[in-house]
């Protein structure tokens, strides 16, 4: 399992709508792709310190909506979603991203 190491982050404002965060890793492609498209590895990682992931939804196509909810050691919860409008496998994942709702259904099947 690969350690955590600090990397340099840059973001850019390409638009009023858009915010690009830009990161390097010394990890293998696939295995980051991973890592952002597979619910059982995203509820390892997203959040922040004494967060735990209790909702994680991807359905990883383009069109296709994602929903994460956080539970936070003071009890409140903070929904996340939105939709993926861009996939290349190993190399690009770009969604959607919006805060504060949770109202928002996951098509399976």
């Not at 390892?44 to 383009?62: E, I, K, M, R």
């Not at 296709?64 to 009890?75: A, I």
């Not at 805060?99 to 996951?106: D, E, K, N, P, S």
């Amino acid at each position: 399992m690969p350690t955590k190491r600090s990397s340099e982050v840059t973001v850019s404002l390409p638009s009023d709508l858009e915010i690009v965060f830009t990161r390097s890793f010394q990890w293998p492609r696939s295995l980051l792709f991973e890592a952002w498209t597979r619910p059982e590895h995203v509820r390892h990682w997203w959040g922040c310190d004494g967060s735990s992931v209790v909702a994680c939804d991807l359905d990883v196509q383009v069109g296709g909506l994602w929903r994460l909810v956080l539970w936070m050691p003071d009890g409140t919860d903070h929904a996340f979603n939105g939709m993926y409008t861009e996939i290349v496998l190993d190399e690009r994942l770009i969604y959607t991203e919006r805060y504060g709702t949770r109202i928002l259904a996951i098509p399976h099947g």
